[in-house]
């Protein structure tokens, strides 16, 4: 039986290096229906030509300008045709192996429409990695973690997430998704420029009534920060801005108006203590995360979908928070948590 067509696409932003090192193995996947795409986001590097000359079958897609993350990806999209689409960051290592399992387990149930394999650290294969590990998930307050990563503690690999499970988010790293999905979804939200599109993704395919999973019999090593480093005040100002837009997109609206108060209640804690640790610049960052958001709420409204599912009822929520549980119980291993749906 004729497997279903993948696409893998990789946006390239000055990237050459990372691309000679894990191109060769991508291209290596034991997958029949394969093609490789590098959709490039106008680098002023050889990216481009270093490509072509030695990845040959490699096809490259060109944006004239370098548009981010999320829209640089649906502006490449709009030239890829497959059943599937496997958005992978430029530094992730796969083994050869790493598509047919989840390609298998999506085509299983037409009610899938995003998955994610198992993520572990590059540079320490034993560990999971931060952007993803074994499956994302949100607590009740909007905030995200891991199965295998709590905050900054990051669990080693020792089996305990081998079943495969609905998730509430799939990580952006190695992100698979259904071609008919990306379209009915209208593929990543732009203005958030880049951190938590797929989280977004994600929860818009959820309120359609998909469902999102981690598969483990699957599994890549991610580098990750190859974009911006944590200690970044843009990306302190992307996590806390677009952590509220999503909110306000996709929450009920009675939830979404006390969940929004709450949130912006908590980000001013962080601020104060960015203060008091002397990190001015990350305080101005939450500060000017907040201003953004706030003038952005009439251009996100309008993106609200028609159908926002309560938030209580969708799979992968925590009933509790996971900032109460982290910083004052201790717990620091996904596998002590309860509670969840």
Not at 225 to 230: C, H, K, P, V
Not at 238 to 241: A, D, I, Q
Not at 258 to 267: E, N, Q, S, V
């Given at each position: 039986m004729l497997e279903p067509s993948v696409a893998v696409v990789i946006l390239n932003w000055n990237g050459k290096d990372l691309l000679s090192r894990f191109l060769p193995?991508?291209?290596?996947?034991d997958y029949s229906r394969l093609e490789v795409i590098v959709g490039d986001n106008a680098s002023t590097d050889d990216?481009?030509?270093?490509?072509?000359?030695h990845f040959p079958a490699v096809r490259i897609v060109q944006n004239d300008h370098n548009y981010g993350f999320a829209e640089g990806y649906n502006r490449v999209m709009a030239h890829v045709e497959a059943d599937y689409?496997?958005?992978l960051n430029s530094d992730v290592e796969v083994p050869q192996n790493w598509i047919r399992p989840i390609i298998q387990a999506m085509e299983a149930d037409p009610q899938i429409a995003a998955a994610q394999p198992k993520i572990k650290w590059y540079s320490d294969k034993s560990k999971f990695e931060y952007a993803g590990a074994a499956g994302g998930f949100m607590d009740r307050d909007g905030f995200s973690f891991c199965r295998g990563r709590l905050f900054d503690q990051i669990e080693t690999d020792h089996g305990q997430y081998n079943d495969q499970r609905e998730v509430f988010w799939a990580s952006g790293a190695a992100f698979f998704i259904k071609h008919q999905q990306w379209i009915e979804s209208g593929g990543l939200d732009p203005d958030l420029f880049a951190h938590m599109e797929e989280i977004d993704l994600c929860w818009r395919l959820k309120n359609l009534g998909y469902k999102v999973i981690y598969c483990p019999e699957a599994e890549v090593y991610h580098i990750g920060?190859?974009?911006?480093?944590?200690n970044s005040p843009f990306k302190v100002f992307?996590?806390?801005?677009n952590n509220l837009i999503i909110m306000q997109k996709n929450l009920p609206f009675g939830e979404a108006v006390?969940?929004?108060?709450?949130?912006?209640?908590?980000?001013f804690i962080a601020l104060i203590q960015f203060l008091m640790k002397g990190e001015y610049k990350f305080a101005g960052a939450v500060n000017k995360a907040h201003y953004q958001f706030v003038k952005s709420m009439r251009r996100t409204a309008?993106?609200?979908?028609?159908q926002q599912i309560p938030y209580t009822k969708l799979t992968g929520v925590y009933h509790s928070s996971i900032v109460w549980q982290f910083f004052i119980r201790g717990i620091r291993k996904f596998s002590q948590l309860t509670d969840f749906r």
């Open positions: 193995g991508i291209l290596q996947s990216s481009v030509n270093f490509v072509r000359e689409y496997i958005l920060g190859g974009t911006l480093a944590a992307l996590n806390f801005r006390w969940g929004i108060f709450f949130r912006m209640c908590m980000d309008s993106k609200r979908g028609h």
